[in-house]
């Protein structure tokens, strides 16, 4: 029998809910930089940013960027920038609740995947949170996360599996992977998509509305002083935060890890407080403590002895 990978699902707890932290604050400012600028140019100059970062902390913290699976990295990292193309991409023709919804299945297929392809127990602890964590995220999103279905809303659900695949992937395919290793390869992956991007819109640019709505249908723009301060911050806050979302993968089990990360939406929601004064309806706060339920119910599991598969 293949030895059983040591599991840290509490240490795994609290990297996700610092990379939540990051990543809520950080995504705020989206809104700012869509404001004149594109996703595409946004991707690419964040890629940009985040590479010249990462090459001054590699000798600085003696960290390791030669991958020990090159293939692998690639793959991982093919499957997770898709994810976030077809995810944006949707949001230019279906509303954010219906988006963020179809995002938030990724749990669902990581137990799936875990259980068909890779064989791993998933019990009924880690089924009902699953279950639990997406109520709450219905909840926090609100009714019209669940109305307007059509073939179109197929989109984010894809993006759901993609992004679900790529987390199984983070753990059964490069275990051994350096997590800045990783990172690199995500941010590589989207910046090239954002490369492809603007020079298709360059060269057959689309008529895009003004203001965040022709964030997606922008080519390159001149860029301004806010969108360079802004997208800096967005490229070393993400750098840090999927640093320790992909940790926090390698050394638990994918299916608790991807329950956690439901508590990104409370803390999205809690910086749109803090920064815009954007406040939570009841039935949002009560969506956020099923969240946080969900979150706690795996983690209480694994600090009672729940046995760990073992890996392939």
Not at 139 to 151: K, Q, R
Request: proline share 6%; with cysteine; aromatic share 10%.
């Amino acid at each position: 029998m293949p030895p059983v990978t040591q599991d840290r699902t509490l240490a795994a707890t609290g990297l996700i809910c610092g990379y939540a932290m990051l990543i809520g604050f950080t995504d705020n400012y989206v809104r700012v930089i869509a404001q004149e600028h594109g996703l595409w140019q946004f991707h690419f100059t964040r890629t940009l940013m985040a590479m010249a970062l990462l090459g001054l902390a590699v000798p600085l913290l003696g960290m390791r960027l030669r991958p020990v699976n090159a293939l692998a990295v690639v793959a991982r990292s093919l499957i997770h920038g898709l994810a976030m193309v077809i995810y944006f991409g949707a949001l230019a023709f279906l509303p954010v609740a219906i988006v963020a919804a179809g995002l938030f299945t990724a749990p669902i297929f990581v137990l799936l995947i875990s259980r068909f392809a890779y064989g791993h127990a998933i019990g009924p602890v880690r089924i009902l949170a699953v279950a639990v964590g997406f109520v709450g995220v219905i909840l926090v999103l609100g009714p019209e996360a669940m109305s307007g279905a059509s073939a179109a809303a197929i989109l984010p659900v894809l993006a759901g599996a993609l992004y679900a695949l790529g987390n199984v992937a983070t753990r059964e395919w490069c275990p051994k992977e350096s997590a800045e290793t990783l990172v690199a390869g995500f941010f590589g992956m989207l910046g090239l998509f954002g490369a492809i991007g603007m020079v298709a819109l360059t060269i057959l640019p689309l008529v895009s509305p003004s203001g965040p709505d022709g964030f997606l249908m922008r080519g390159y723009v001149a860029p301004t002083m806010p969108f360079l301060w802004w997208t800096f911050v967005q490229a070393a806050g993400s750098l840090l935060g999927v640093g320790m979302m992909i940790r926090a993968y390698q050394i638990t089990d994918a299916g608790r890890a991807s329950v956690m990360e439901y508590v990104i939406l409370p803390a999205s929601a809690f910086w749109s407080w803090v920064l815009w004064g954007e406040m939570l309806m009841p039935m949002a706060v009560v969506g956020m403590v099923l969240i946080a339920a969900a979150g706690s119910m795996i983690a209480l599991r694994a600090k009672a002895g729940e046995p760990v598969a073992p890996q392939a």
